[in-house]
């Protein structure tokens, strides 16, 4: 906000008629638009930085959604066949309710969700952690790509199914080995 006080200084700073420094003054709307746009700013990187997007900030305002999650994929990168991998999922609820974490589905039996079910209390984070077996995903020796899907059931009425899937692939010999 711009006080009188803050309007003379900025008036003190102009050059002396005749001299070779240009004198300006900013107008209410100048201020108006230059203080907007300073609101927006700050309100996308709050965005950015507590949601992850815009797209989640606006989710969780205006449908409902307050729980939030770190990722809705990740990727356990290159792992050999035969190996048990651990994913998490970082879930936090950001509403004053608690939401149950009901349970997953999976499409595949390599993947297992495990400590299910619990309470995420308001304002309180906590890991989804889901397993992966590489057992059998190798066939003749040719590398596989996963795609696995996830659904999480919540008692989230705004959020009462989450997707969420885990990449990775799965090979006999790592990159570059003979």
Request: hydrophobic share 40%; proline share 6%.
């Amino acid at each position: 906000m711009i006080t009188d006080d803050s309007m003379r200084a900025l008036e003190a700073t102009r050059a002396p008629a005749g001299g070779d420094r240009q004198s300006w003054r900013l107008s209410p709307a100048m201020i108006a638009f230059v203080s907007a746009n300073a609101t927006l700013i700050v309100a996308a990187v709050f965005a950015l930085a507590s949601f992850g997007s815009i797209r989640s900030a606006v989710g969780f305002f205006m449908r409902g959604e307050t729980l939030l999650v770190d990722a809705n994929e990740k990727s356990f990168g290159v792992a050999a066949p035969g190996r048990t991998l651990d994913v998490q999922f970082r879930l936090t609820n950001r509403g004053d309710d608690p939401i149950r974490i009901l349970g997953c589905k999976t499409l595949c039996t390599c993947t297992v969700p495990r400590d299910l079910p619990y309470t995420l209390g308001p304002k309180e984070s906590r890991d989804l952690n889901i397993t992966v077996n590489t057992f059998g995903l190798v066939r003749n020796g040719e590398p596989t790509d996963l795609y696995l899907p996830l659904t999480l059931f919540t008692t989230n009425r705004a959020q009462s199914r989450v997707g969420l899937a885990i990449r990775g692939e799965v090979r006999e010999k790592p990159i570059g080995a003979h």
